[in-house]
């Protein structure tokens, strides 16, 4: 049998109370209990507790959430989903204002983890008892409706039961079977707590709590997380990459890509694009060859030192080369409206390349939702024909440039933000 027990009495924490002793006292704990701590007592026993104004209080919250995070995950209206500085992803990285006087905000604790040990030390001193901790906050979920409580900071106890290997009542092996017992605790706690009830804690016993452990293995890897970001920081978080890890780049995530790249706007309701994956040496070979040729040509007409040259085309083909992915880019105006006059002439031109533009930045995106880097190189745009005809592209074909493309070498630092101001008019 599991028991879940409020404990009541407690009195209003202020910062600096010994949050151990005033458990201590309330309480009669058995080795094996897991002792449930909401976060908002933590946050005021260890002074995480900021003044606002109380008139600013939500644009002070929206502040205060982008200094406490790692990064903005989403955006809706007043809302900001973010990754805080201990990467849990949650609303307003997880500053809340509930049970506090109008002009206060309370942060997270700063070490939940470190919080939860030096609680379990203090009550075992205290009482004797050797229990589990659980510091608890109030989370929404990603494609559910309504708030449940998890565990931000564990000790004295595994945060996760590991069933992979094990079998099922059929004979099957459990492959991916891994519980979160710690947020199974913090939520079952959380029926006898409340929102509104003053019950800052709570006592589950039956479990038999041992071990130790802490909370980060409750946290998602970056590389495993299909829902990273919102549809605007995803774009965000697109960043030119030049320097790729030796690891190939799937062929579905190329095939879906270009897919993404299919749905840009496109003038006549044409599909003017066409994307050639040099999965073979010999291609890239040959393709690389005809454009070194083109463009060498062009710098000795130029009067460039041979050094230099020799020095552009080994960066060129450092990157071009080496990249595990690499894709020829195109676009033909053969669907275009014919016209008498240049002007308009130019103006449907520069239609069907500000789509092939489009195209391109559409399958950047996407490989970047599948954490491929890519590297947009426009030298084929200089030598347009000799590209198209190097990979045997006849008619209207001309180049718009290469993307190289492959998981980058090292993580890659968020793009400051862009100051509008210089590149929005508002008239």
């Given amino acids: 049998m599991i028991e879940i027990s409020p404990v009541h009495g407690l009195p209003e924490v202020q910062p600096g109370d010994d949050l151990g002793r005033l458990i201590a006292e ?20 260890e002074g995480r507790i900021v003044e606002v104004d109380p008139l600013e209080r939500e644009a002070e919250r929206s502040r205060l959430a982008v200094s406490e995070s790692r990064r903005v995950v989403a955006r809706r209206g007043p809302l900001i989903i973010t990754e805080t500085l201990h990467g849990f992803v949650c609303a307003n990285a997880g500053i809340d204002g509930s049970n506090l006087a109008p002009d206060r905000l309370a942060l997270l604790p700063a070490d939940p983890d470190g919080s939860a040990h030096a609680l379990r030390t203090a009550i075992r001193s205290l009482t004797g008892a050797n229990v589990g901790i659980v510091i608890s906050d109030t989370f929404g979920r990603a494609w559910r409706m309504g708030q449940v409580n998890v565990a931000i900071g564990v000790a004295g106890m595994q945060a996760m039961r590991d069933h992979r290997g094990e079998k099922d009542n059929f004979g099957n ?5 891994l519980i979160a017992e710690a947020d199974e605790i ?6 006898v707590m409340g929102k509104t009830d003053e019950v800052p804690v709570a006592i589950v016993r039956g479990l038999g709590a041992s071990g130790e452990g802490d909370a980060r293995p409750l946290l998602r890897p970056a590389e495993e997380d299909l829902f990273r970001y919102g549809p605007v920081e995803a774009i965000e978080a697109r960043r030119t990459v030049r320097a790729f890890a030796d690891r190939e780049v799937p062929r579905d995530a190329i095939e879906r890509a270009v897919e993404a790249a299919a749905t840009a706007p496109a003038p006549h309701h044409t599909r003017p694009w066409r994307f050639v994956l ?5 291609a890239r070979r040959t393709f690389l060859e005809a454009m070194r040729a083109a463009w060498r040509e062009d710098l000795v007409r130029d009067d460039t030192a041979a050094e230099d040259i020799e020095s552009r085309l080994a960066r060129s083909d450092a990157l071009l080369g080496e ?29 069907f390349v500000a789509s092939a533009g489009a195209a391109v930045q559409n399958l950047m995106l996407a490989l970047s939702a599948y954490g491929v880097g890519s590297c947009w190189v426009s030298a084929s745009i200089f030598c347009p024909r000799t590209a198209a005809e190097a990979l045997g592209l006849e008619g209207s074909w001309q180049a718009v440039g290469c993307v190289a493309a492959g998981f980058p070498a090292s993580a890659t630092p968020p793009r400051p933000p862009a100051d509008v101001r210089g590149i929005l008019d508002v008239r």
């Fill in 26 to 45: 309330k309480t009669s704990l058995r080795d094996g209990d897991v002792v449930v701590v909401t976060s908002k007592i933590v946050s005021k026993a």
């Fill in 173 to 177: 092996v459990l492959e991916v079977t």
């Fill in 186 to 191: 913090a939520s079952a706690a959380e029926l």
């Fill in 278 to 282: 040099l999965a073979s040496e010999e």
């Fill in 323 to 351: 990249a595990p992915a690499l894709l020829a880019c195109f676009v033909t105006t053969e669907g275009a409206d014919e016209y008498p006059d240049e002007r308009r002439r130019v103006g449907e031109r520069d239609m």
